[in-house]
């Protein structure tokens, strides 16, 4: 079968989503069980991988679900544990006196505070934290959605201490003699520097993409969200989002050059979250005060937004304890400590941690393995903070006791749906080694893609790097799939690889905004099970423009030298700017909105 035929047929599982998700709405309990089916057919059927392999990878994973499942338990437990103490009105409070203005809230919980979140852990720990958080504000569960996918693009090359870049691009490339001869003759010895290379091509793409991805959150926030449905009012903050953005980019890439591919994130947020919260509280380039933006009463939203539990309702919070501000924030502030000290590998701890291991060797006598490490994963951190926290509040028993029976519950709605896609991912990514001799169906998809695109393949490059994080729920994942494909195709149309390698990353990073089992490990920390087609519906457009700039910047980079600054890459991507400085200069103007109004979720949804 040529590769032609092979790249539709491996994107028949990735199509049968975005059919179902997004183009027909089903909700994910629904969806994911027929994307399962599909890819089980094309492996068995077509691929011809043995029915053990196929089983060994469906038990992995649940496997994987079971560790996400219990992260989000955790993240949903804690911030239960501080609905039920009091300790979400103070903290709700505290936004409040920097600036009731719900966009600039959005900006410093999801953009800097996830960002840190972010560079700490990664593997969607954000979205866990940020998230619920959001909601406990007042914000629509669903807005709250769409915004911590929005901000899971720029930080997430980065993230849990630079896995991407320093376990991910190196797994995939550190095994070839090719890659380490071509490191070699480039002076890039010993391979840590290679690394950190790719990690500043990797910093600056994400620098020059990244400046508007606050500003697309807080838009898409107001028109999908808003009282008046109005992209206009979330580009009226545009100067403090931009300022938000280089706040943390520019420390970011500063990292990033002198230190490496561990920190760019972590101490990107940080350094951008006291920046941005001094900045905020001075005033400096905030909407006027007097006219803070504000989303319509709870009892004007769409059912659709909403999940199947509230956080912080306004009647009983008046009930509880008063909680200083100190102590209302000191778990999120454990959270971010620990998730640092167990990540630092300077530091023992995280070996300790990983030396409880639960691990399924050569699943069926094949070569497929699982493990899990309990004791290491967020979950764990969320689960010891909210002990903390039940101390520290001084909680009653029958408090706590409620925190965990919600939590619970909450668990439930999101195990179907995380069951079937964490197995319908592993059998994609495992479908090598059948009798049909094909390779597995992420590199038939990119061999497909590879042969239409031919020199133009610097433009596709991300797009391959979204699909694989798309599909496998992690930036990681996609780079130790596609790393060493991306760097022979830059040999290949000879160019510099290593820029790829670099397109590839930031790709991975952006497919993090679409990743199905991302969308609803979000969705279910609000309880928000069952619309996540339209949550990815809403970040598609960000998601494209992540995809698209980065291509063509990196074609006018490869090409500068034989073709002249002035290509295809770098023609277009002045034009893509051009238009988008054009659309908000006439949204701005009065010019009305753009799109159509969001259309009523169907029954299915419901």
Not at 88 to 105: G, K
Not at 549 to 568: D, E, M, Q, T
Request: glycine letters at 12%; hydrophobic letters at 55%.
């Amino acid at each position: 079968m040529g590769s032609a035929w092979l790249a539709v047929l491996s994107l028949l599982p990735i199509a049968s989503v975005g059919l179902l998700l997004v183009g027909l709405r089903w909700p994910s309990t629904r969806a994911m069980p027929v994307c399962y089916v599909v890819v089980v057919l094309l492996a068995l059927m077509v691929w011809g991988v043995p029915s053990s392999i196929v089983a060994a990878a469906s038990v992995k994973g649940l496997i994987v679900a079971a560790s996400l499942l219990y992260i989000v338990f955790g993240a949903i437990l804690l911030l239960n544990t501080l609905d039920q103490s009091g300790g979400l009105a103070r903290i709700r409070q505290s936004f409040v006196d920097i600036t009731p203005d719900r966009r600039i809230q959005a900006i410093i919980i999801a953009w800097l505070f996830g960002s840190f979140i972010e560079g700490a852990a990664g593997f969607g720990t954000p979205a866990a934290v940020c998230v619920p958080l959001l909601a406990a504000l007042g914000f629509p569960p669903m807005g709250a959605v769409v915004v911590g996918m929005v901000i899971q693009s720029t930080p997430v090359s980065f993230g849990a201490v630079g896995t991407p870049i320093v376990i991910g691009v190196n797994s995939g490339l550190s095994s070839d003699a090719g890659v380490m001869a071509w490191a070699d003759a480039h002076g890039y010895v010993p391979w840590r520097s290679f690394l950190q290379m790719i990690g500043l091509k990797v910093a600056l793409m994400h620098t020059m993409t990244g400046i508007v991805i606050p500003l697309f959150a807080v838009s898409l926030l107001t028109r999908f969200f808003g009282p008046n449905r109005s992209w206009r009012d979330g580009l009226e903050v545009w100067p403090f989002a931009v300022f938000a953005a280089l706040a943390m980019t520019g420390p970011y890439l500063l990292v990033a050059w002198l230190l490496g591919p561990e920190f760019p994130s972590l101490f990107g947020g940080l350094i951008g979250l006291a920046i941005v919260v001094t900045a905020a509280r001075t005033g400096f380039l905030m909407p006027p005060a007097d006219r803070p933006w504000q989303f319509a009463p709870r009892s004007e939203w769409d059912e659709t937004w909403t999940g199947i539990f509230r956080f912080g309702d306004d009647e009983t919070d008046d009930a509880r304890s008063p909680i200083g501000l100190g102590r209302a924030w000191t778990p999120y502030l454990l959270v971010g400590l620990l998730l640092v000290i167990t990540r630092l590998r300077e530091l023992p701890v995280a070996g300790w941690l990983k030396s409880w291991s639960l691990s399924w060797p050569e699943i069926f006598g094949t070569r497929i393995s699982a493990s899990a490490e309990p004791l290491y994963l967020p979950g764990a951190v969320f689960l010891v903070v909210s002990l903390i926290t039940f101390a520290l509040h001084r909680m009653p028993v029958a408090s706590y006791g409620l925190a965990w029976s919600r939590s619970l519950r909450a668990l439930v709605s999101a195990s179907v749906a995380l069951v079937f896609t964490v197995p319908m991912v592993q059998v994609f990514i495992n479908s090598e080694g059948g009798s049909a001799g094909y390779p597995k169906m992420p590199i038939a998809l990119a061999d497909g893609m590879a042969e239409l695109s031919g020199q133009a393949w610097p433009v596709f490059a991300p797009l391959i790097g979204g699909l694989g994080a798309f599909v496998a729920g992690s930036n990681t994942i996609s780079n130790m799939m596609f790393s060493l494909f991306q760097f022979g195709m830059g040999e290949r149309i000879g160019v510099d690889p290593s820029w790829m390698v670099a397109l590839q990353a930031v790709g991975g990073a952006a497919g993090n905004m679409i990743c199905v089992h991302n969308v609803v490990a979000a969705s279910a920390v609000v309880g928000l099970v069952g619309r996540e087609g339209a949550v990815i519906r809403r970040t598609l457009l960000p998601f494209a423009y992540y995809a698209l700039l980065p291509g063509l910047v990196g074609y006018s980079i490869v090409w500068s030298s034989s073709r002249g600054v002035i290509n295809f890459g770098s023609v277009g991507a002045v034009v893509l700017l051009a238009l988008l400085i054009g659309w908000i200069a006439r949204q701005m103007h009065g010019g009305g909105d753009a799109l159509p109004e969001a259309p009523e979720e169907v029954d299915s949804e419901r």
